[in-house]
C-alpha cells in the first residue's frame, strides 16, 4: 500500500488528553482530512470545539452500533485509537472490526491487536505530563523510588507524541512495525537531580522496592496501580534501536516538562 494514498484519519478518543494532542498535531501538520469520533449522545465538549475550529469533522457513534461505526468510518485510510478507560478492549475490538468491514488501510491501537490489516505500535515510554506517577512529589519536594536509582525511564512529551504518530504514516518502518521514540532517557537518580536543579532544592528521597520485590514474587493478586508501574520500568526497553533519527524534528527537553509540573 503506497503511504501516498492515506488522505483521511479518524481518530477515537481525540477528546483525551493523549488523543487531543494527536489530533491537534495531525491538524496543524494539514496533509489529511481529520475525522474524530465521539461516543453518543451528542454532547459540549471543549476539546472538541477546538478541534472542529481548526478544521476536524466531529462525528458521534454507538460503538455498540457496528453499522453505525460502519457508515462513520466510510471512506477512512487510517484509524488512530487513542481509546482509554476500563472499555479500552471492547470498543477498540468494535472499532477494528468495523475498521476491517469498510477497507481501512493502516490501524494505530492503543494496545496492540491482531487487526490482519496494517498496523504500527508506537512506543514511547512514560509521558512528562505524568513524571509524578514515578514518585516525584514537587509540591512537597519529596521522591520515592519504586525501582533501583539507576533504572533508566523514557519519557515523551504528548505533543511530541502527537508529532511522531503523524510522521510515522510517511515512514517506511512503520509499515506493520513497532516505533520506538523517547523525548528523553534518564534514570531515576538524573531525572532527581533535574528536579533539584529547576526547583533550587535539595528533595528527600526514599525507597519502596517491596512492591517490586512482591510483583516479581507472585504475591499480590490483584495487581495496584504502582505494581504495574513498577512492572513497566523493569522492562528492559531496547533503547540502543530508537528512531528518533528518523523523524525531522527533535523532542522537547525534560528539562521543559519538569518546569511545566513545577509551575502548576
Not at 488528553?17 to 454532547?43: C, Q, V
Not at 490482519?116 to 508506537?122: A, K, L, R, S, V
Not at 534514570?187 to 510483583?215: A, F, H, P
Not at 495496584?224 to 533503547?239: E, K, Q, R
Request: hydrophobic share 40%; proline share 3%; glycine share 6%.
Amino acid at each position: 500500500m503506497s503511504i501516498s494514498s492515506f488522505k483521511v484519519v479518524t481518530i477515537a478518543g481525540a477528546t483525551g488528553l493523549l488523543g487531543f494532542n494527536i489530533a491537534d498535531a495531525f491538524l496543524n501538520e494539514g496533509s489529511y482530512k481529520i475525522k474524530i469520533l465521539r461516543k453518543k449522545p451528542e454532547s459540549e465538549n471543549k476539546n472538541a470545539s477546538l478541534l472542529a475550529s481548526k478544521g476536524a469533522e466531529v462525528i458521534y457513534v454507538d460503538y455498540n452500533d457496528k453499522n453505525d461505526l460502519v457508515k462513520a468510518l466510510k471512506g477512512t485510510d487510517v484509524i488512530v485509537s487513542a481509546i482509554g478507560g476500563n472499555d479500552l478492549m471492547s470498543t477498540q475490538c468494535a472499532l477494528l472490526n468495523a475498521a476491517k468491514e469498510v477497507g481501512v488501510k493502516r490501524f494505530i491501537p492503543s494496545e496492540f491487536e491482531k487487526s490482519g490489516m496494517e498496523f504500527t505500535i508506537i512506543v514511547t515510554g512514560f509521558f512528562y505530563e505524568y513524571l509524578e506517577s514515578l514518585g516525584f512529589d514537587h509540591k512537597n519536594k519529596k521522591a520515592t523510588f519504586y525501582a533501583d536509582g539507576n533504572t533508566k525511564i523514557v519519557c515523551t512529551s504528548l505533543p511530541d507524541i502527537g508529532k511522531y504518530t503523524v510522521e510515522s504514516l510517511k515512514l517506511p518502518e512503520a509499515r506493520n512495525g513497532t516505533i520506538r521514540v523517547a523525548g528523553s532517557v534518564l534514570t531515576l537518580n538524573e531525572l532527581l537531580k533535574k528536579y533539584e536543579e529547576i526547583t533550587g532544592t535539595k528533595w528527600e528521597v526514599s525507597s519502596d522496592l517491596t512492591v517490586r520485590q512482591r510483583y516479581k514474587n507472585n504475591t499480590a493478586p490483584v495487581p495496584t496501580i504502582v505494581d504495574d508501574l513498577t512492572a513497566y520500568i523493569s522492562v528492559n526497553l531496547d533503547i540502543k534501536n530508537l528512531h528518533n533519527d528518523k523523524f525531522s524534528f527533535t523532542p522537547r527537553p525534560i528539562t521543559e516538562g519538569i518546569s511545566l509540573l513545577v509551575k502548576s
